[in-house]
């Protein structure tokens, strides 16, 4: 991952106290950087004497020159007094990035009733400002610094920039067309590309047999190395080596397309043309990427391989995902659902008390090798998929723990919502299908804010609601 970069451009309105901007421009950079979050933050330090942002409109034209500079990826601007609201603006609606609003609150007035900063006044100011210049922004409510609510607004932001930097430069590899068979992988290229900058890079399956081919006949440290993981990680003794030393390959020659193709995710017809073709599985190597952070969706899901990315990023990246199909209902829980898929769930979730097996086929004739098989940890996840169809997009997001149930063949998990009926019928009437994208981290707010930042895809969250969502942003229940 790319680093993340803040804009840090406190502001401060020259009627009130300079002295006590000064003092919350360094208290806030001082609180923000102990977050623990891997970000680089770039301040205004020596474009003018105090390092912030007021009224002068040369002062706009350096703060822009600088953070693009510097590729920043999003701009907090603390209120430090009533703030230059105009001039904020402009900063904001040139950059076009991610915009964090916020404030320290305000102590009571001096003894002879002088108000040293008036920040809650200056914010209803500029929010309205922003919204003339149609600028889209986050904002946390007016606290103090060490208040809670101020770190979880923080955070939350961050991690929604990461996901609006992240989707803003997404490009797919697609290895193949879909499976012929599977309508509901059909997708929009051109809407994708014209109503969010979304990319394909389309390859045929000849290609990556050549490029598969190429690998496995050679002494790469690349292909060295991913044989060796897979053998140290999975019992492999029900397809033995030849088979092993192909999915390495496929592994390493999908990655070096990745990589050669700027791609950060991959959509792969993965059945059954590719097992014809290769004799081999891809599941295992769509496991092995996903957990190196390039991601990988089967039966050629475009609007998976998308989830994919942007789920991931509101985890800034700390996380693998994990792509699923809805698959069948609990057999004793009526709010328990099956996610499972073939065998392409990230190794680093396994929770088999010997290693995982990675085996041969369960559903086909041929029964190729390269599925790697086994039940993935539980917990606390979030479920989410980006689709849709007739020109409107929407993110379905819901939350979901994981639950006992019975054994089944391939990678899966069994888990429970809080109203399963509700999901089904929301799934069902769309835009969705049975394809989602999990991950062991609670991100629902972060991917709920980014779509703030994304004209034309709206957040459908389930549970949480979007009050419930809105009402822990403010902080609700810390008070």
Known sequence: MAAFTLGYAPTRRFVFS????????????EK??????DMDIVDLEGLNAEGLLYNDHYNADEIIKHFRQHEVDAVFFPHCNFGTEDTVARVAKALGKPVLLWGPRDEAPLADGTRLRDTQCGLFATGKVLRRFGVPFTYITNCRVNDPVFERGFKNFVAAANVVKEFRRLRI??????????????????????????????????????????????DSPEL????????????????????????????????????????????????????????????????????????????TDIHGAITSVMVQAAAMNTAPTFFADLTVRHP?????????????FPVSLSVEPDKPKLRKHFLFDDHSPGTHEGEIKGGTMTLARFDGDNGEYGLFL???????GPYTRGSYVWVEVNDWPLWEEKLVKGPYVHHS??????????????????????????????????????????V
């Open 332 to 344: 004793d829980n009526p709010n328990g659902e099956l996610l499972f898929h073939c065998g392409n």
């Open 398 to 404: 819901g939350k979901a723990k994981g639950i006992e």
């Open 437 to 478: 994208v999990g991950i062991h981290a609670e991100v629902i707010p972060v991917l709920y804010e980014a779509c703030t930042y994304i004209p034309g895809l709206t957040p459908d969250p389930v549970d949480p609601t979007v009050a419930e969502i809105q009402a822990w942003l403010r902080g609700s229940d810390l």
């Open 224 to 299: 060295d190395a991913a044989v060796r993981y897979i053998k140290e990680t999975l019992d492999y003794s029900e397809v033995g080596e030849e088979a092993v030393r192909k999915i390495a390959a496929l592994k390493v020659a999908m990655k070096r397309y990745a990589v050669q193709t700027g791609s950060t995710a991959i959509a792969i017809q993965c059945w059954s043309s590719l097992q014809d073709a290769m004799g081999i599985m891809p599941c295992l190597a769509n496991a092995i990427l996903t957990d190196e952070q390039i991601p990988v969706t089967c039966e």
């Open 173 to 218: 590899l697609q290895i193949a067309p879909r499976p012929a068979s599977f309508w509901t992988m059909m997708c929009n290229e051109g809407e994708l590309l014209e109503r969010f900058g979304i990319e394909i890079h389309p390859i045929t399956l000849e290609d990556i047999k050549i490029a598969t081919k190429k690998v496995a006949a050679s």
């Open 32 to 37: 923000i950087a102990g977050f623990g979050l």
């Open 18 to 29: 300079a002295e006590d901007a000064f003092k919350y421009k360094v208290l806030i950079r």
